[in-house]
């Protein structure tokens, strides 16, 4: 039987998270494993904080904005502190007076470009605020900068599908779609550097170190060509178009769309992203024999052939067919091998399907559960009319969360939380789903 919820104390206790990590001009992730300001983050956190603070949301979103580079890049991570104990610091990155950079110490990477959406949602929160209005046209111009970089400066074959260059800008780091390239790479020349990421998380939950050695050396290869976008998508050894990725910059994409029709602006840029996209994605990543989404490995033009959870974030930007909805359905999401509840597992959504060869059910994004994903699987349920789905999904996310805590992720076996404690966006994705009206 279901333990009741007491939705009341998961949203105080979520707003007592985010004030935790308050650092003022920005969210840290978590207390002690990550003190800086993280991209995806910061947007689902922003969206957080609007469920209680409107001010705090907009100076959280104007923070991470401050360090978008010339060339549209928004980065992430941002260090408006300066230097910590967190590896990287920001002068490995060798990213400062870039001609195209920021002026803010940062990464060279991006990552999965939620922003727009949180955006629309806060913007549809607080539609007369005159504060949100001055916010939204303030916003406005730096998120279709954003867009636009990512369809043209990282469109390696005129698809307008982004490549990545680095596994950490999917934000899934060592989801094991990405650790046979990994593996197929060679470091060399290496920069001296020592993790930071096991003090305060045990080994055995983070990426292994022959993944990391190649983290780091895809990091000196943008630093040797200067984070040039022509010369990386040329010869980087790491150049991947990510099925998560994609779908939520294209649910982004439409959401960029209606802000803009909300402005009054021209809509014809943003009009041609959202019909390019519907227009290659699904040659691009079905799996007609899997029935399954499949990342692509552009630099080999070859699919990966790993099967995570990933492949549900088409429901979410609406880019799969009814048929391709069901068949992902039948064969996968309810199917006990993979994602489905079983004797060994209790919990959805693992990470990656339990019968891949690297599933690893406490091991970061080889298994273990993200309120992120749930957050995203649950709305494509929804939107596909797989309501009961989604709604167990709902509940199952919020037992996790009353019974094991706001934590970074969680062992999809007994649902024990995992990595840091007190996680902002996990505290900000649990106000988020209390907001699905499911029921």
């Known amino acids: 039987m279901?333990?009741?919820?007491?939705?009341?104390?998961?949203?105080?206790?979520?707003?007592r998270v985010l004030q935790l990590n308050n650092r003022g001009e920005f969210t840290t992730p978590s207390p002690h494993q990550y003190p800086h300001q993280w991209n995806w983050d910061a947007a689902f956190i922003a969206f957080g904080w609007a469920h209680f603070d409107l001010a705090r949301a907009h100076t959280e979103i104007r923070s991470l904005l401050r360090a978008q580079w010339r060339n549209g890049m928004v980065p992430h991570i941002i260090y408006h502190h300066g230097a910590s104990d967190y590896f990287p610091p920001p002068e490995?990155?060798?990213?400062?007076?870039?001609?195209?950079?920021?002026?803010?110490?940062?990464?060279?990477?991006?990552?999965?470009?939620?922003?727009?959406?949180?955006?629309r949602r806060i913007h549809e929160r607080f539609p007369e605020d005159a504060s949100e209005n001055i916010?939204?046209?303030?916003?406005?111009?730096?998120?279709?900068?954003?867009?636009?970089?990512l369809h043209t400066a990282r469109d390696v074959d005129g698809t307008g599908l982004p490549c990545l260059i680095h596994p950490w800008e999917s934000g899934a780091d060592n989801s094991p779609r990405w650790l046979t390239l990994l593996d197929q790479i060679t470091p060399f020349d290496l920069p001296a550097y020592t993790r930071r990421d096991t003090t305060h998380v045990l080994a055995e939950e983070r990426p292994r170190a022959q993944d990391y050695e190649r983290?780091?050396?895809?990091?000196?290869?943008?630093?040797?060509?200067?984070?040039?976008?022509?010369?990386?998508?040329?010869?980087?050894?790491?150049?991947?178009q990510d099925v998560m990725f994609c779908s939520i910059l294209h649910r982004a994409?439409?959401?960029?769309?209606?802000?803009?029709?909300?402005?009054?602006?021209?809509?014809?840029?943003?009009?041609?992203?959202?019909?390019?996209?519907?227009?290659?994605?699904?040659?691009?990543?079905?799996?007609?024999?899997?029935?399954?989404?499949?990342?692509?490995?552009a630099r080999a033009g070859a699919?990966?052939?790993v099967n995570t959870c990933a492949t549900f974030a088409p429901l979410y930007a609406g880019l799969a067919t009814n048929f391709q909805a069901a068949r992902l359905l039948r064969d996968h999401y309810e199917n006990p091998r993979e994602y489905a509840p079983s004797a060994g597992s209790k919990f959805r959504v693992p990470s990656t399907a339990k019968d891949e060869p690297g599933y690893a059910p406490r091991r970061y994004w080889c298994g273990p559960i993200w309120m992120l994903l749930n957050w995203l699987t649950a709305q494509g349920l929804e939107d596909y009319g797989f309501r009961a789905q989604a709604q167990e999904l709902q509940r199952q996310s919020f037992e996790l969360l009353q019974t094991h805590g706001i934590r970074e992720y969680y062992d999809p076996r007994d649902g024990?939380?995992?990595?840091?404690k007190d996680f902002a966006w996990t505290a900000a994705l649990a106000l988020a789903l209390a907001d699905m009206n499911l029921e």
Do not use: C
């Open 416 to 420: 024990s939380g995992l990595g840091g």
């Open 2 to 15: 279901q333990p009741m919820v007491n939705l009341d104390a998961l949203r105080a206790e979520a707003q």
């Open 303 to 305: 699919p990966i052939p």
């Open 253 to 297: 994409d439409q959401d960029l769309l209606a802000l803009a029709k909300t402005l009054n602006a021209d809509t014809r840029e943003i009009e041609a992203w959202v019909e390019k996209t519907r227009s290659v994605f699904n040659t691009r990543f079905w799996n007609e024999e899997r029935g399954l989404y499949l990342d692509y490995d």
């Open 215 to 240: 983290f780091v050396f895809l990091i000196d290869r943008g630093r040797r060509v200067q984070w040039n976008d022509a010369e990386l998508l040329a010869t980087h050894p790491f150049l991947v």
């Open 135 to 149: 916010f939204l046209r303030e916003v406005f111009p730096k998120l279709v900068a954003w867009h636009r970089w």
């Open 92 to 119: 490995f990155w060798q990213t400062q007076g870039l001609a195209h950079g920021g002026d803010i110490l940062s990464s060279g990477l991006t990552q999965p470009p939620v922003l727009a959406t949180m955006v």
